[in-house]
Nanobody
């Protein structure tokens, strides 16, 4: 399973970015794709997740109300819309895949990461 994350960049405080994670149609039909981030010197944390049936979402407390995870089935893509960005959101963002039947999810595949830098 290959995951291609994109959309990172350098922005200013208060700006928005949308990250994308794309995979094959075969993988997309079998795996849940969720978002993690790792800031310099810190552990990787899960920031956003959506279950297979799309009736439950999870957001880390630090991003609640500002980030939104969504899916585009036609494009085999999961998005992370990030609004009101803060310098503490600076991190490398990763998408990860968990087989859809696993609850809680166990992530077997990881994308290469996309860097988000928020300047103050």
């Amino acid at each position: 399973v290959q995951l291609q994350a994109s959309g990172g960049g350098l922005v200013q405080t208060g700006d928005s970015l949308r990250l994308s994670c794309t995979t094959s149609s075969r993988a997309y039909s079998r795996y849940v794709l969720d978002w993690f981030r790792q800031a310099p010197g810190k552990e990787r944390i899960r920031v956003a997740a959506m279950n297979w049936s799309e009736d439950k979402t999870y957001y880390d407390e630090s991003v609640k109300g500002r980030f939104t995870i969504s899916r585009d089935h036609a494009k085999n893509t999961v998005y992370l819309q990030m609004d009101s960005l803060k310098p503490e959101d600076t991190a490398t963002y990763y998408c990860a895949a968990a087989y859809f039947t696993l609850d809680p999810p166990t992530y077997s595949y990881w994308g290469q990461g996309t860097l988000v830098t928020v300047s103050s």
